[in-house]
Nanobody, 128 residues
């Protein structure tokens, strides 16, 4: 069982930056792939970013086209935490952001159904 707790959301202006954190419980965090999803009012939950590792300190990241070049995902296995650095935020980035986890499968998972564990979400609001 893995428990995930997101933090770092807030209200910012367009062009600002935020860093979201997702702290995980458990002793095998290094063996999990992590993902970030978001859900805007009235819309489906959508993929934002994912990170996986083949072992050691080498990580591989994947991004939705809408955030590529602006968002950066990272993972700190020593701190059991995954981060999402969000730069150049736009009003359309407004959503509840969720982190998710699944046992490492060495490929990127872009659908919510591929993840086993979810956090409660953190609100990000970007004003124009």
């Amino acid at each position: 069982q893995v428990q995930l707790v997101e933090s770092g959301g807030g209200l910012v202006q367009a062009g600002d930056s935020l860093r979201l954190s997702c702290a995980a419980s458990g002793r095998t965090f290094s063996s999990y792939d992590m993902g970030w999803f978001r859900q805007a009012p009235g819309k489906e939950r959508e993929f934002v970013s994912a990170i996986t590792s083949s072992g050691g300190s080498i990580y591989y990241a994947d991004y939705a086209d809408s955030v590529k070049g602006r968002f950066t995902i990272s993972k700190d296995d020593a701190k059991n935490t995954v981060y999402l650095q969000m730069n150049s935020l736009k009003p359309e980035d407004t959503a509840i952001y969720y982190c998710a986890a699944r046992p490492t499968a060495l490929y990127f998972a872009r659908t919510r159904y591929e993840y086993d564990y979810w956090g409660q979400g953190t609100q990000v609001t970007v004003s124009s």
